[in-house]
């Protein structure tokens, strides 16, 4: 009789251990710190990034979630060129002129909302990503004399890996593409419809490549997630 009853609640603890560890309906919590590189035709250099991701287990499988991704970067200079007159304006507006590459600040902040889907293990998770959502591109108003915003459609997809610290706490790498469409690069450039954007020698100056109208950005973020509670996290 007392083995039975022993077996009894030896077998009740494994149950309730085991349902533990498979309760996979959390919350989690990513704070991400990286970069971002945009393709050459989009005339964006590189650069730094701040990113948080919440996302909520559907099972130990699937996942939705919602990110922001905030970076700050530099419009490429060399692609815009304008010049400068100075001297008698009497003579041909000017006797003197000067040649210059001109480039900006340029703040942009990307809202998606995205699936995944991971490979539970004790340790490490690899997961796909794919999601939509919006970006907002806001030029420098100094430069460019008034306030200038771009808004439209982003796509995103990535790949990475959740490495597992605790039942709450992981680091996670990842790395992901952020298409931009309805991209417009002349925006960029502060010159832009200005007589003085004319360059009466295109041949002694490099050319920037050719325009498209969508933006392709490679985002590589290091994170640290969190799970409140610790709810389900070993799995």
């Given at each position: 009789?007392?083995?039975?009853?022993?077996?009894?609640?030896?077998?009740?603890?494994?149950?309730?251990?085991?349902?533990?560890?498979?309760?996979?309906?959390?919350?989690?919590?990513?704070?991400?710190?990286?970069?971002?590189?945009?393709?050459?035709?989009?005339?964006?250099?590189?650069?730094?990034?701040?990113?948080?991701?919440?996302?909520?287990?559907?099972?130990?499988?699937?996942?939705?979630?919602?990110?922001?991704?905030?970076?700050?970067?530099?419009?490429?200079?060399?692609?815009?060129?304008?010049?400068?007159?100075?001297?008698?304006?009497?003579?041909?507006?000017?006797?003197?002129?000067?040649?210059?590459?001109?480039?900006?600040?340029?703040?942009?902040?990307?809202?998606?909302?995205?699936?995944?889907?991971?490979?539970?293990?004790?340790?490490?998770?690899?997961?796909?990503?794919?999601?939509?959502?919006?970006?907002?591109?806001?030029?420098?108003?100094?430069?460019?004399?008034?306030?200038?915003?771009?808004?439209?459609?982003?796509?995103?997809?990535?790949?990475?890996?959740?490495?597992?610290?605790?039942?709450?706490?992981?680091?996670?790498?990842?790395?992901?593409?952020?298409?931009?469409?309805?991209?417009?690069?002349?925006?960029?450039?502060?010159?832009?419809?200005?007589?003085?954007?004319?360059?009466?020698?295109?041949?002694?100056?490099?050319?920037?490549?050719?325009?498209?109208?969508?933006?392709?950005?490679?985002?590589?973020?290091?994170?640290?997630?969190?799970?409140?509670?610790?709810f389900g996290g070993r799995n």
């Amino acid at each position: 009789m007392s083995r039975l009853l022993r077996a009894i609640v030896l077998a009740a603890v494994s149950s309730s251990v085991l349902g533990a560890q498979v309760q996979n309906k959390q919350f989690s919590v990513t704070t991400r710190l990286g970069s971002i590189a945009a393709e050459r035709s989009a005339s964006l250099d590189r650069a730094a990034l701040i990113g948080l991701d919440t996302e909520y287990a559907l099972n130990k499988w699937f996942g939705l979630g919602t990110a922001v991704d905030v970076s700050r970067g530099n419009s490429t200079k060399k692609d815009f060129l304008t010049r400068l007159r100075y001297g008698n304006a009497a003579v041909g507006g000017g006797d003197s002129v000067y040649y210059q590459n001109i480039g900006q600040a340029i703040s942009t902040v990307n809202i998606s909302a995205f699936g995944t889907l991971r490979y539970p293990s004790k340790k490490l998770s690899p997961f796909l990503l794919g999601g939509v959502g919006t970006y907002v591109m806001m030029l420098d108003p100094q430069v460019n004399g008034k306030a200038v915003r771009k808004t439209a459609l982003s796509y995103t997809g990535g790949i990475g890996f959740w490495y597992k610290l605790g039942t709450s706490v992981g680091i996670q790498l990842d790395a992901r593409a952020v298409t931009y469409s309805d991209y417009e690069r002349d925006m960029l450039n502060p010159a832009l419809g200005r007589t003085e954007q004319i360059t009466p020698f295109p041949e002694d100056f490099p050319t920037p490549p050719a325009a498209k109208n969508t933006a392709l950005n490679t985002m590589f973020t290091l994170g640290f997630r969190y799970i409140p509670g610790g709810f389900g996290g070993r799995n």
